[in-house]
């Protein structure tokens, strides 16, 4: 469900968005993942996780410095722009 939302967050927001990091290596090994998604934005990536804050829920944390945000949804799943 998650990977729908943010496709969908990339087509209606018109940025392009990219999985990065463990699940990357995990998906090619056929090994479990944990619940931390990374993602990257050629865009906004706070505008990107609005979005999909929008239709998931959780706790948005910006951090400017970095032009990053986070999305909570639980205490064990996060995902990260």
Request: aromatic share 12%; hydrophobic share 50%; net charge negative.
């Amino acid at each position: 469900e998650i990977l729908r939302v943010v496709a969908k967050a990339e087509k209606q927001l018109g940025f392009n968005v990219f999985i990065v990091g463990g699940l990357v290596r995990d998906l090619l090994l056929g090994a479990p993942f944990d619940f931390d998604l990374d993602f990257t934005v050629e865009g906004e990536a706070e505008k990107t996780a609005l979005f999909c804050q929008e239709i998931l829920g959780g706790e948005i944390r910006v951090f400017p410095k970095f032009l990053t945000c986070k999305l909570l949804l639980s205490n064990t799943l996060q995902i990260d722009f």
